[in-house]
């Protein structure tokens, strides 16, 4: 399975994943393809584990960092035992979870503005694509926020 000193990077490697894991249950895609992706996110993880096993010093190394050092433009790292087809899978999840990590923040209200009733103080938030009906919805949260 794996050893104990597994466990807390693996914690951290979740914790930078929920973000993206969320992103893809709000995507609208099917339940197929996102599950599709999280089994590729676990072998992405284990991997990532994997490396830091042989290079004991990656340890020290945040988790957000290793996650962005495992994936590019063009996927993520071979799979140990993997067939062809698992690793273009491998590959097209790493893409999207590259592209994803890559892009700018965006601007969107603070839940937490000042009681003074002045306009709203701005925060910096992940930007990713949205469905259409995710889009509408946080439109119409936006107008009733900064129309009280």
Known sequence: MGLEKDIPPGEKLVACLRPFIEHLAS??????TI???????????GEIIRDLNYIPSRRKVA??????DA???DGGP?????SEEEQR????????????????????PNKDHGKDGGE???????????SPQSRRRRVSL???????
């Open 120 to 130: 709203a103080a701005l925060e910096i938030a992940p930007r990713f694509p949205l």
């Open 71 to 73: 994936v590019h433009t």
């Open 78 to 82: 071979l799979i140990y035992n993997g």
């Open 89 to 108: 899978s491998f590959d097209s999840t790493c893409r999207i979870l590259h592209r994803f990590l890559s892009q700018p923040p965006a601007l969107s």
């Open 35 to 45: 599950r599709r992706h999280v089994d590729n996110l676990w072998t992405l993880g």
């Open 63 to 68: 988790a957000n960092k290793l996650l962005r």
């Open 27 to 32: 995507s609208g895609l099917s339940s197929k």
């Open 142 to 148: 936006y107008q009733e926020h900064f129309q009280r």
